[in-house]
């Protein structure tokens, strides 16, 4: 069984994730999302926002060799990882500066828990330039984010500044 852990804060979850979600299908037979519930950080969704939102567009998406699951979690990735029984961490890379602090917290898992690999993929060109946070700061602004999320993940962010109001 060949399970891997996408873990991120998917605040929210944009097309670059799903690009890597993807690309990560024919790799393993089940990939479990997991948004990290980051007590530090002032999110845009809760984290059961997210695992829904996740759910709802993310599970539609499983084959026949690969399901995937979405769950929370707090506290180290790699004890996640091993609690859940996966054999390695998946993480999508986009640019040169993306690799630096990738390679820092893969070598620390590895320190942790030697038996889990660190997977990266690299994302579409396409979405280089598509990070969570970025598509939270443009859309606050008034900018246009269609076609860099989810349809689902545009219309609950203009809920959530039409809550804000
Ligand atoms: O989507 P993000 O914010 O880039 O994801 C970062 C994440 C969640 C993978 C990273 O912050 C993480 O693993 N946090 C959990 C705490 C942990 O394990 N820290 C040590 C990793 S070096």
């Known amino acids: 069984m060949r399970r891997a852990?996408?873990?991120?804060?998917?605040?929210?979850l944009t097309n670059g994730h799903i690009d890597i979600i993807k690309r990560s299908l024919p790799l393993f037979d089940e990939i479990i999302i997991a948004v990290l519930r980051n007590?530090?950080?002032?999110?845009?969704?809760?984290v059961e926002e997210r695992r829904d939102m996740i759910q709802e567009i993310v599970l539609?998406?499983?084959?026949?060799?690969c399901l995937l699951?979405?769950?929370?979690?707090s506290g180290l990735t790699a004890v996640f990882a091993r609690n859940k029984?996966?054999?390695?961490?998946?993480r999508g890379i986009r640019t040169v500066?993306?690799?630096e602090y990738e390679l820092r917290m893969a070598l620390m898992n590895r320190h942790l828990e030697p038996d889990i690999e660190t997977v990266f993929?690299?994302?579409?060109?396409?979405?280089?330039?598509?990070?969570?946070?970025?598509?939270?700061?443009v859309f606050k602004l008034g900018?246009?984010?269609?076609?860099?999320?989810?349809?689902?993940?545009?219309?609950?962010?203009?809920?959530?500044?039409?809550?804000?109001?």
């Open 5 to 12: 852990l996408f873990p991120g804060s998917f605040d929210p």
């Open 39 to 46: 007590p530090d950080k002032d999110p845009m969704f809760t």
């Open 60 to 65: 539609p998406m499983s084959t026949e060799n």
């Open 69 to 73: 699951t979405v769950d929370f979690f």
């Open 85 to 90: 029984g996966a054999t390695a961490i998946l």
């Open 97 to 99: 500066s993306d690799y």
């Open 121 to 137: 993929l690299m994302a579409d060109e396409e979405y280089s330039y598509v990070s969570s946070t970025l598509m939270k700061q």
């Open 143 to 165: 900018g246009d984010v269609d076609g860099l999320v989810p349809a689902v993940v545009a219309e609950k962010m203009r809920e959530k500044l039409g809550e804000g109001e």
